[in-house]
């Protein structure tokens, strides 16, 4: 339960806030919309509910929409699911952020100057813990997730009981009161906005392998009583905001405008604004699982770089982690922290997804003859609305930034299918023709810049000879006293016969340019063998040391590093350090 | 003459207006003061042009304050010294930088609010010209040096036939006049920073083999004729000042001021602007040529980093050039492109550099038993009166500024000192015990990490085959099956008995910490000989395809370079690139 179920919960967090606030635009009176909305967020969450248990049995193994999609709709759907999903994770870290700190600063208003950089420390913070591996527990992830629902359902009684609930049955039953001014427009805004409250009912079924043992049959039972608990509190949060006059503003959140509005600012306010968070932290960190999960499945698809396939050494994807964190921090820094400027382009994909899995799931239960009629009635059902609500929220808050999202998907889509092109078209190059092609060995010639006789070329050209019997210690020198010197030292020094030596001449001090002018004219001689360029390099003791060497090699190394036929290597020489 | 003569002349840009803003602070009757202070800075320049007719004889070849100090008076006088140049090459930079900007902004008062980003501009577009190596000819120099020049002198001119400049003999002329709470601090403070408008008078001396023929002679005669028109130019400018009545402003530069009270703002007004931002960039050149050959002398002699002493490709010494350009730029910004704030770090090093310098000379003068009497006198004076100058400007604008260049110049000598300690411990080790160790080959293993058998396998483990009869090819597999795949497939393709195949179980996906693993184990065993990695890598056309290869041969790479008796090659294969 702590594990999976977080996600769906926290929405309770911001989703009707989100209604709330779209309605306050055209005035408190038209606050009364957001009872009918709420319904109806509701009836969506029953359709979901059922929906997803069919998604249970189907999958046992636990698939979210991209694993759905692609194993009943074909390729273009499930890269679809899977960029929508993968914008989804991203936007939920940062809603999640930016609705943590707003429950803190509610509570602590002296922290509303510093919203933008408290909602990316959050970020920063959670990516590194990620990073370095967290073991996930019911321990760390449970007290925050029962505290929050004892809270919300606690609120919701107490307002029940102190009879403000259905204190102005005219207000809460009564047919719709005439708004001037409102249009249909907004309510269906407050609606898309709203539907945000649904976002992490997926994750149940995305994880079925977690529940063990009967695995299926308590995944079912679990999606039922998170279906009852999110309706419940989203639904009685809804009731009590609009009972006690909740008016959303910027400084505080509705729900800890209610918890003030019912036991006053004590330690129940302060304490739901701590726990708020928690629960937030909870649902961002699922994402900071999810994503980097689907990244490396669809990389090792081939639809995204391999570099997400493979973990790092500590077990976890850390590429995956990097740029879902970055991401959410700079939509953080782009949208100010703010969950209202946010909410626009949230959610969109996970009604995306929500569509497409249960598309998928009538195609096969179709195909395949299986499934009662009444459920594929309720499934078709819920595929129209959740469609629907995918069109109308790219319709009613495209301007609002809706845009982005319509404009990031379908590129991430084409991004992955030339990404899989390119893998493709690389797969058949590297086949070998025929397996009679095998490992053959060709002539080396190990090239060995130095600067002077010493222990570091000494090093260097025992490397080369240990590669090579033709090795060729290449000086440059910017003087003919220079050029003799080095020449009648070399003289005494060094008569192995496989070392050649080679001095250029460089009246302009340059190094570099006469090195690889040098090699150029070697490669084009040597013709069929392979150069080697073998570069001395000191190791140092301390890290300004680094300063005061191994820059030529460096950018010797830079220059010939990618160029054909030619491989590079440093040879490490370890100094004391002084 | 273009060459070398900006430097100094360009000064007289600021150099009066440097003394009047000091005065100004203290009310308008103060700015008397700023003739008696021109007087005695003219007399500084005569001194010091006396003196450095000495230093062209006696250092034909060219040589700055750093070589004057190191032949005369030590390595640590010396280094004193360069660090001083070394600071006020940047400081010539950023302050020509400012002042060249201020005139055209003089000239264009809608330029004033980009202030900053316009120094900044100016210093990146002289860095990277710098970089790309300039032909430092009288053509492009010429121009804006005569120009500057004659319109200074014009200006002066029309002043005196204006009769304006001598119409209040009672002002120029009678005893100083009474200013209240005018203290001698302020005074002082004000020499100090007209002292600047001699900065650059060296720069002959550090040049003379540029005078061809009869270099010294003509160098002395040249530094006579800019010693009589830097003192005609700068005494005409603050005698003028003064007569109009001009007092500095954050607007205006008192050149511009100047030249509009006397011709009005019309085509002499703006064409001195350009005018004087022509021969500033000079002057700023100078700078760009200056610092890093100064840096490259102190390379060679070991003092500083050795990247400082060679040339690159363009046979310029971009590193000096990159690091002057940055530190210029740094300046401005932390300063905000002010003249006025900047004029408080600067000239200090210069006149260090002068002292040295005629310390040095008299040295080397009584050492030799040669020079007149009368010259070492005025020499011995221009020492003691430098040095005062040092000294008073450390004193009276400490707080403003001077603290920064007090503590940098020690930083950077006793870096210096740190510097050459290690090159020397360091050729102290890289010495050879004894002419007889010579290079000599060992046994080499080369490890080729692989993922499958294709042409990229193929072709690293070729490279291996021609490098070492000693070959391991190593696979890192996941599951049971891929392991069986990959040891299929090699009995099927690899017969040459020296590879031999190494499967790494990973179950966690890791790749690299299996490798690194398995590389320490090899290199154990292997005990004296040396383990080479060599690791496959892709090439690709297209710089996005970059992100979907290579990731984990750059990440054993960088786990890999620096390990002891470890050498790493990446072994380039070129794809087609689609």
Chains 1, 2 share one sequence.
């Not at 527990?137 to 029962?146: A, D, H, K, V």
């Not at 063990?212 to 999606?223: E, F, G, L």
């Amino acid at each position: 339960m702590p594990l999976l179920c977080p996600d769906a919960l926290s929405s309770v967090a911001y989703g009707t806030q989100a209604i709330l606030v779209v309605l306050a635009s055209a005035g408190t009176l038209a606050l009364w919309y957001s009872l009918p909305i709420s319904a109806m967020i509701v009836l969506l969450l029953t359709v979901l509910v059922i929906s997803y248990r069919q998604v249970i049995t189907a999958y046992p193994g636990g698939g979210g929409a991209y694993v759905v999609g692609r194993e009943t709709l074909g390729p273009v759907a499930s890269l679809v699911a899977g960029a929508s999903l993968l914008i989804d994770y991203t936007l939920n870290i940062a809603v999640s952020a930016a609705a943590g700190v707003a429950a803190v600063i509610a509570a602590l208003p002296a922290l509303l100057a510093w919203r933008v950089e408290l909602c990316v420390l959050v970020v920063v913070l959670m990516t590194a813990v990620n990073l370095r591996g967290t073991r996930e527990s019911s321990l760390t992830f449970g007290p925050p997730t029962y505290l929050f629902i004892a809270m919300v359902l606690i609120m919701i009684a107490v307002a029940f009981f102190q009879g403000k609930m259905f204190a102005h049955p005219a207000h809460a039953l009564l047919p719709a009161p005439v708004v001037p001014g409102l249009a249909l427009f907004v309510v269906l805004r407050a609606f898309s906005s709203g539907s945000t409250a649904l976002t992490g009912i997926e994750a149940i079924s995305n994880g079925v392998p977690l529940f063990k043992p009967d695995s299926v049959i308590r995944a079912r039972t679990t999606m039922v009583v998170l279906g009852l608990l999110l309706g419940v509190m989203f639904l009685g949060t809804s009731l009590a905001a609009f009972s006690y006059g909740i008016v959303p503003n910027a400084q505080s959140t509705v729900l800890q405008q209610l918890a003030a509005a019912i036991f006053g600012q004590g330690v129940f306010f302060y304490l739901l604004a701590f726990v708020t968070m928690g629960i937030l932290m909870v649902s961002a960190n699922t994402s900071f699982a999810g994503f980097p999960q689907l990244a490396s499945l669809m990389a090792r698809d081939g639809w995204m770089p391999r570099m997400f396939a493979s973990r790092g050494d500590r077990l976890v994807y850390q590429n995956g982690i990097l740029v879902i964190g970055l991401a959410a921090a700079l939509l953080l820094l782009i949208f100010q922290g703010s969950v209202i400027r946010l909410i626009p382009l949230f959610a969109i994909g996970v009604y995306i997804g929500f569509t497409i899995t249960q598309v998928g799931l009538i195609k096969k239960n179709l195909s395949e003859r299986s499934g009662k009629w009444l459920v594929m009635v309720a499934m078709a059902g819920g595929a129209l609305l959740t469609a629907t609500v995918v069109v109308v929220a790219l319709a009613t808050k495209f301007l609002e930034g809706a845009w982005i999202v319509a404009l990031i998907l379908p590129l991430m889509v084409i991004a992955f299918l030339r990404i899989q092109r390119h893998y493709k078209a690389m797969s058949q190059e590297l086949r070998l023709p025929d397996s009679e092609v095998r490992p053959s060995g060709k002539a080396v010639v190990a090239v060995v810049p130095f600067s002077g006789i010493s222990r570091i070329s000494q090093s260097s050209l025992s490397y080369a000879l240990s590669i090579s019997a033709n090795v060729v210690a290449v000086n440059v020198s910017f003087t003919d006293q220079a050029e003799a010197a080095i020449r009648d030292a070399w003289q005494a020094w060094a008569p192995d016969p496989s070392i050649r030596l080679v001095v250029l001449r460089s009246p302009y001090r340059s190094v570099t340019g006469p090195v690889l002018a040098y090699i150029d004219r070697l490669q084009e001689e040597f013709g069929e063998g392979h150069v080697l360029v073998l570069i001395p390099e000191f190791v140092v003791g301390k890290w300004w040391q680094y300063l005061l060497h191994n820059q030529i090699g460096l950018l010797l190394q830079a220059n010939l590093v990618f160029r054909k036929d030619i491989v590079v290597a440093m040879v490490p020489f370890r100094l004391s350090g002084r």
